[in-house]
């Protein structure tokens, strides 16, 4: 007998292993034997096989004969958009040359400040949907893109404005986020109060207006802005109804975590210098950890995050790629999940939640995306492979078979 339930489904995966991702889960919250599915570009049905109502010929039937489906991934702090590259710092630091050398050179951020600037819209947009591809190609159907690399207000919202073109080209979500306070431009080298000011009267105002951003957010650090230049641009933005997260505790222990958690912040990556203070302040306020091991290993970083202690006081880990020219010039989703494990020592439940379930709760998604379960949209993205841990484990040979965005195969 058909189900009434059934007659509104359009797709229906079956002999599927279904790493679900739940919030709760442990083990991947894994159904195996499973079937799942999809009515109007959401789950609308999950279970075992043997409870799969009777199916209308109308029905879409996927057979996947075995292998298995895990939430679309979600690359949760990227800096995709900018202009030019550093291959040249590279190689200077490789033969012994200093921060400070190579920022005397003309190098550091603000190349990539002049690239950027010099670059149009275009050409940014160009640049960067390799970039979004190659980890679209990985199963990736959500990102955050950061913007940053132009520190003035046209350039700023030029980069935003390709980011939101961004998603009209592939299929992926963007969540946008605005970082003007991500260094001090060299038109205000000895003004960073001045800078701020530009940042919160103009730069977000705009922004907020326009629609361009999801978030805010800061890097708080020796080298970018103090815990109070942070804590003007937090009030700025929710002023303008903008969510905030942070750049914090990288390079050193200021504070910002805790500052953040005041502010009810999405969440604060990096984090290799949190305090305890900090990790108890983030599980108070619900904050996720957003974890980085693309720039921990390109930097070549010894001090690990706080990994432990996290987990103790129950703050949520994401993982993303931090994909950008000069500390992480690095696009691959999958190669963050190894090395989630195999640097920062996360099993491969967390690496794997890291870039489903608890990277959309850092971007304030998770009722969307993230998890399959019933009522969430369909990204789905579909392996071969015999357990779940096998994204963690191996890279370089990519095991998805077909990727699929509110319930359409997009790949």
């Not at 305890?276 to 995050?305: D, H, I, N, Q």
């Not at 191996?394 to 195969?409: E, M, Y």
Request: with cysteine; glycine share 6%; hydrophobic share 45%.
């Amino acid at each position: 007998m058909q189900s009434m339930l059934s007659q509104s489904w359009q797709t229906v995966f079956i002999n599927a292993n279904i790493a679900t991702m739940t919030q709760a889960a442990t083990s991947y919250g894994a159904l195996e034997n499973a079937a799942l599915a999809v009515a109007d570009g959401k789950i609308a049905w999950l279970g075992h096989m043997s409870q799969l109502p009777e199916l209308t010929a109308s029905v879409e039937v996927i057979d996947v004969d075995g292998q298995w489906l895990t939430p679309g991934l979600i690359d949760c702090h990227t800096h995709i958009v900018f202009g030019g590259h550093r291959a040249n710092e590279f190689e200077m630091r490789l033969q012994g040359a200093s921060y400070e050398q190579i920022a005397q050179s003309g190098g550091g951020i603000v190349s990539t400040v002049e690239a950027t600037r010099k670059a149009s819209e275009d050409q940014l947009f160009d640049a960067a949907l390799p970039r979004l591809s190659a980890l679209h190609s990985e199963g990736v159907t959500s990102i955050e893109i950061k913007s940053g690399y132009g520190l003035d207000v046209d350039n700023e919202l030029k980069m935003l404005k390709v980011a939101k073109r961004l998603s009209e080209a592939l299929p992926v979500r963007v969540q946008k986020t605005f970082l003007g306070a991500h260094a001090l431009p060299k038109e205000y080298k000895n003004d960073s109060d001045g800078y701020i000011d530009l940042v919160c009267d103009e730069m977000i105002p705009q922004v907020a207006e326009q629609q361009l951003a999801d978030a805010v957010d800061v890097f708080c650090e020796g080298i970018a802005f103090s815990v109070q230049q942070t804590e003007r641009v937090f009030q700025a933005a929710k002023q303008h109804g903008l969510s905030v997260k942070v750049h914090a505790e990288q390079l050193s222990d200021l504070g910002a975590t805790e500052l953040a958690a005041r502010y009810d912040a999405l969440s604060s990556d990096h984090l290799e210098y949190l305090s305890e203070s900090g990790v108890k302040a983030m599980s108070k306020a619900s904050m996720v950890a957003v974890l980085l091991p693309g720039a921990f290993y390109f930097l070549r970083e010894t001090k690990l995050p706080p990994i432990q202690m996290l987990r103790d006081n129950n703050v949520r880990m994401a993982i993303a790629s931090d994909a950008n020219p000069g500390s992480s010039p690095i696009n691959s989703i999958q190669l963050m999940l190894n090395m989630a494990c195999t640097l920062f020592r996360l099993t491969p439940n967390e690496a794997l939640a890291g870039v489903t379930c608890n990277a959309a709760r850092a971007l304030g998604i998770d009722d969307k995306v993230g998890e399959i379960a019933v009522g969430m949209e369909a990204d789905i993205a579909v392996w071969d492979i015999s357990q779940p841990a096998q994204l963690c484990y191996q890279f370089g040979v990519n095991p998805l078979t077909a990727l699929f965005k509110h319930g359409h195969k997009v790949r």
